[in-house]
């Protein structure tokens, strides 16, 4: 058996992108570590949801718990930095953000976790941060830097398939009888991606994760949420990667074969 290190920006971002490869490995006997960079301070919170006194980084590392928990992690870390929004954000350019940390200083953190657990798998987003986020472009740079630093053997980037996410939203939208949004250009095309991994036996566990994040509910993400079991499972039932020197087209379906 071996282990997976999965690597991400903020709370709910492992369960919207690698949750089903999380719990698989689980379930295939592996050691699942999930690290990540920020507590999420600013993300979304509902008027209302906080106690009093209570601060978003504290709610949502409660959730990233319980969501760890759901998904079977053994391991939950978090690097120490400060979550640094939206690219446009002032606040991101803050001392102790994400986005402003030495890569040098942020890669040996997590390189000492990887050594600490002989990690086999790390994985991270793709160069791009699948859509742009600035946090999650760090996340690919850190994480890179590391495994290099550690010497872990295989690295697999995290990304969605452009093309599937297309057409689902187009079907979404048409069964749904709304306008199909618009948004930043999401992923990879399908060319380009090197790992396809089905997770569709453990959807009702992604399902479950992505619900443990309560303050990042938002009527968007509920039209997802409430989906029927087959449409959740269609939609969220395969999870995509990149790794460097695979390919041309899909040569992997297991990041931990």
Known sequence: MGTLVSFHAHPNDDTTTCG???????????RVVLVLATRGELGYA????LAEG???SQRRTAEARAAADVLGVDRLEFLGYTDSGMMAAA??????????????????????????ENADVLTVYDENGVYG????????RVGMRAAELAGTPKVYQSTINRDHIAA???????????????????????????????????TEYKRKALLAHVSQI???????TDLPEEKFRSMFGVEWFIRAGQG????????MA
């Open 248 to 255: 041309p087209g899909v040569t992997e379906t297991d990041l």
């Open 20 to 30: 089903g490869v999380l719990r698989k490995a689980h379930e295939d006997g592996h």
């Open 168 to 202: 689902n939203q187009a079907r979404f939208a048409e069964d749904a009888g709304v306008a199909l949004p618009s948004g930043p250009e999401f992923g990879t095309p399908e060319s380009e991606i090197t790992c396809v991994v089905d997770v569709s036996a453990v």
């Open 218 to 224: 938002t009527e968007q993400s509920t039209l997802f």
């Open 133 to 140: 986020d600035a946090d999650h472009i760090q996340v690919h």
């Open 91 to 116: 606040s991101g350019d803050t001392a102790g953000t994400f986005r402003t940390a030495d890569v040098e200083e942020a890669a040996a953190k997590l390189a000492a976790i990887l050594r600490e």
């Open 54 to 56: 209570e601060q978003l």
């Open 46 to 49: 509902p008027e209302g949801l």
